[in-house]
């Protein structure tokens, strides 16, 4: 079997020289890449929002409102909800990669519910190579996750509002030396935060029962990720 060899990208495109993969593609090769400012943020933890192209802001509540819209969850009809899902992330391309979510929410008054998370992606299995393509750094395995707290409360019969509190931690690296300069590297850790609105209100179209949705969510409002103690390198 081919051995597979791996091309790093962004994260050490950002410094000059020093710890670099090997750019050679032979056939059968899989090709991993190393990215920073965490994208998995992104990645929808559920199939419902993830099938209508990651719309899940003003859709109905579930589980997984405290990815897309905390103020959702004033309006869940469970007193507990429970998901956990597992994606198999671009296993066309590369078949160790993968994200996995727990999220749920607790009601604990008929206007309040608290909801929390944990989202965890893993990049699978890089080998570091430096500027000759001699391997320094064999099977690394990068991960990165985010816990997540979020509480909702019902303002009125169709209006409740929601904020969400989040840790992210990015270990990309393993704190191996990058750059001309030498400089280690670190795993990059940031908090953030999100403020919503979520407006419902029954409607009846052509004697058919139905729901009007609108939501509103200001996503990851915090501290920058940093990767480097040099600041001349920082993201």
């Known amino acids: 079997m081919i051995k597979r060899l791996i091309i790093v990208t962004a994260f050490l495109a950002s410094f000059s020289t020093g710890v670099f993969s090997q750019s050679t593609t032979l056939i ?57 899902s597992y994606i198999p992330w671009l296993r066309n391309l ?9 999220s749920g929410s607790y009601k604990i008054s008929d206007n309040q519910v608290v909801a929390a998370s944990l989202m965890y992606f893993s990049l699978g299995s890089i080998d570091f190579t ?5 391997i320094i750094v064999p099977g690394y395995k990068p991960n990165e996750f985010s816990l997540d707290a979020a509480y909702a409360l019902k303002l009125s019969q169709n209006l409740s509002g929601g904020i969400a509190f989040r840790y992210v931690h990015s270990n990309l ?34 004697n058919k029962n139905g729901k009007f949705n609108f939501g509103l969510n200001i996503s ?6 940093s990767y480097s103690e040099d600041k001349y390198y920082d993201d």
Not at 94 to 102: A, R
Not at 130 to 134: K, L, P, R
Not at 220 to 225: A, C, E, F, H, T
């Open 173 to 206: 690296t393993g704190g191996i030396p990058a750059g001309g300069s030498g400089s280690a590297t670190k795993p990059g850790n940031a908090v953030a935060g999100d403020i919503s609105m979520f407006y419902t209100k029954d409607v009846k179209l052509e």
């Open 28 to 84: 059968g090769q899989e090709l991993n890449a190393i990215t920073t400012g965490v994208p998995f943020l992104t990645i929808a933890p559920d199939a419902r929002s993830g099938a209508m192209g990651d719309a899940g802001v003003a859709s109905s509540p579930d589980a997984n409102s405290i990815h897309w819209n905390p103020a959702k969850y004033a309006f869940i009809d469970q007193d507990i909800s429970l998901n956990l």
């Open 94 to 102: 590369v078949k160790d990669i993968n994200f996995q979510n727990l």
């Open 220 to 225: 990851n409002l915090g501290s920058k990720i």
């Open 130 to 134: 430096n500027e000759f393509g001699d």
